[in-house]
């Protein structure tokens, strides 16, 4: 018998685990800010401001919600690299 913890609960499985669904959250943020600037320049060819305002809300929340995953997996790959032993780190 070990002392080590199931391959599932160990904290660099689980940061890494959480961060490669971070990875493929900020994808799909990313294709979906790139489809909502298209709506929102495709709204500058109609006259109605409320469209113009909702488009622009649209656009500023997944530009919010880009960054934040952004930040987010930038810290799950920081508590994957440090949960792993030092002998594991890749030399750069």
């Known amino acids: 018998m070990t002392d080590e913890a199931p391959a599932d609960q160990r904290p660099d499985a689980v ?3 959480a961060a490669k669904k971070t990875q493929a959250l900020l994808r799909e943020a990313r294709s979906l800010l790139g489809r909502v600037e298209k ?3 495709a709204t500058g060819a109609i006259d109605d401001p409320t ?3 909702l ?5 500023e929340a997944v530009e919010r919600l880009t960054d934040h995953l952004v930040r987010l997996e930038r ?3 920081r508590r994957a690299y440090q949960a ?3 002998r594991q780190h890749r030399q750069r």
């Open 15 to 17: 940061a890494t685990k």
């Open 39 to 41: 709506v929102a320049t």
């Open 51 to 53: 469209s113009h305002q």
């Open 55 to 59: 488009a622009a809300e649209a656009r």
């Open 75 to 77: 810290q799950h790959h």
């Open 84 to 86: 792993t032993p030092p």
